[in-house]
């Protein structure tokens, strides 16, 4: 019984003494001062060792699973109708369109080669019949669009020919073309403003081209107004043009149908009008603008020599001067006085190169000294105002000048002081046609200029005569 005591108290001793080292152990690795209660730095390591414990349970796959029973899932199968799907060409499309425009110098074959197209299709394209006189007309700042597919190949490219797109299309070996439809409209509008410190400007900016500026100047008013004196800045104009325009784009501006000047407050106006299917200008009475004659077939030319007797500059002599001479400079060109026949077109003694024109009813004229003439032969109709000529110093001439002769039945009179009769007036019905054109012109440019202006009573630009109703009684 006593030895079975003191073997058990052995092992106590020797338990209580294992406990005591290992004791020692743990408290040599805790910090110094440690009495039971977690410091920040404790609360730290516990929550960094907790995040790696649960990082590791997520990363290992199957970890919570093995741990879990596995049950046994149903899964069930259902039969959809679904709906078909159009792939044609017109839901999935690879057409890339790219727009170039020709730069200075550029070809079409360098355009072909920078955009990658094979050669073959540049030599389809140039031997097309409609395409092939074009190319000759590109211009720098044309453009043009081809269809480049991501497949490397050309599918199609566009191309304006006389204002008219067109569209190739390659299929295969052959070249399908087809035109682009375009939406085209006419307008009839009023551009007006005023005269500033120049009359050519100031139209420019209304949207008038130099074509509208000329029939101005020199068809419709130049017997009235004296473009280089008479106007003010602060004069104005008004003019009705019909306007076309070609997708949204304006490409075209017409021929004035009517024009109004206000010039110190008074009116000056012209009317487009079709008499005998020719287009001519007319006063709003109805009387045409055009003269029988040109007194000066020229323009910018000065007076240097008068009809009369005179010195002759090269033979010295005392001779009958049987026209006019207007100075100008070599290449003016010269105009046909009126409407005519050409009687003679050649080499005349000392008038150098000459034209003779017949005006009929026994008026002739004469153009002498000409440098070259213009596309006209012996017999030709032509009409008041078309290039017969330019001024030069062939024959009898010190200088570039126009000698021009002016005859009634063959006998010389001065083209200054001639005095024609006015060409007939409208009358009948086709007076009253006219006038109710001219109403609705002046209507349209009183419109505008009474936005623009604000004109008083006074000053108002153009007012239709209207009747008062007799009072009653």
Do not use: C
């Not at 009495?35 to 790696?52: I, M």
């Not at 790219?98 to 990658?116: A, K």
């Not at 304006?160 to 939406?183: C, S, V, W």
């Not at 307008?187 to 420019?204: H, I, W, Y």
Request: proline share 6%; aromatic share 8%; glycine share 10%.
């Amino acid at each position: 019984m006593k030895k079975s005591g003191s073997g058990e108290s052995r092992r106590e001793r020797l338990r209580l003494l294992r406990e005591a080292a290992l004791h020692r152990k743990v408290l040599a690795k805790l910090p110094t001062g440690f009495e039971g209660r977690w410091t920040r730095r404790h609360w730290l390591h516990a929550s960094l060792f907790a995040s790696l414990g649960a990082l590791v349970a997520a990363i290992v796959p199957g970890f919570t699973d093995a741990m879990q029973e596995h049950r046994p899932t149903s899964h069930t199968s259902m039969a959809l109708a679904l709906p078909q799907l159009a792939l044609g060409r017109h839901h999935i499309s690879d057409d890339n369109w790219q727009t170039v425009q020709l730069r200075p110098g550029q070809t079409l074959s360098e355009v072909f080669s920078e955009l990658g197209i094979p050669y073959s299709q540049l030599e389809r394209v140039m031997q097309h019949p409609k395409i092939k006189p074009a190319l000759r007309r590109m211009r720098p700042g044309t453009e043009l669009a081809f269809n480049l597919p991501r497949d490397g190949s050309v599918r199609a490219m566009t191309i304006t020919i006389d204002d008219q797109p067109m569209e190739l299309e390659f299929t295969g070996t052959a070249l399908r073309e087809r035109m682009i439809p375009q939406e085209v409209t006419t307008r009839t509008v009023v551009l007006s403003g005023n005269v500033g410190k120049s009359l050519f400007a100031s139209a420019r900016k209304v949207g008038l081209g130099r074509k509208q500026l000329a029939q101005l100047t020199d068809e419709m008013f130049k017997y009235d107004i004296d473009f280089d004196s008479d106007l003010d800045e602060d004069d104005r104009f008004s003019v009705v043009v019909d306007q076309t325009w070609k997708n949204g784009q304006l490409s075209d501006t017409g021929p004035v149908l009517a024009a109004a000047f206000t010039v110190d407050s008074k009116l000056k106006s012209a009317f487009r009008h079709v008499r005998d299917g020719k287009p001519g200008y007319y006063t709003a009475e109805g009387r045409p603008l055009q003269r029988a004659f040109i007194r000066m077939p020229i323009p910018y030319a000065r007076l240097t020599s008068r009809f009369g007797a005179r010195r002759h500059p090269v033979l010295g002599s005392m001779r009958m001067h049987k026209g006019v001479d207007y100075g100008a400079s070599t290449g003016t060109p010269i105009m046909a006085a009126g409407d005519a026949r050409v009687q003679f077109v050649g080499r005349k003694g000392g008038y150098g190169n000459t034209v003779i024109l017949d005006h009929g009813r026994g008026y002739t004229t004469l153009y002498g000294h000409m440098s070259s003439f213009a596309k006209i032969r012996r017999g030709q109709r032509i009409a008041q105002g078309t290039v017969i000529g330019r001024v030069g110093s062939t024959g009898l001439a010190t200088g570039p000048h126009l000698h021009y002769e002016f005859r009634v039945n063959g006998v010389h009179r001065n083209p200054l002081s001639m005095t024609m009769p006015p060409p007939q007036p409208l009358s009948g019905a086709a007076l009253v046609a006219f006038k109710n054109e001219t109403r609705r012109a002046l209507d349209k440019i009183r419109e505008v200029e009474d936005v623009i202006y604000y004109p008083g009573e006074d000053t108002q630009v153009a007012k239709t005569e209207t009747k008062k109703p007799p009072r009653k009684g």
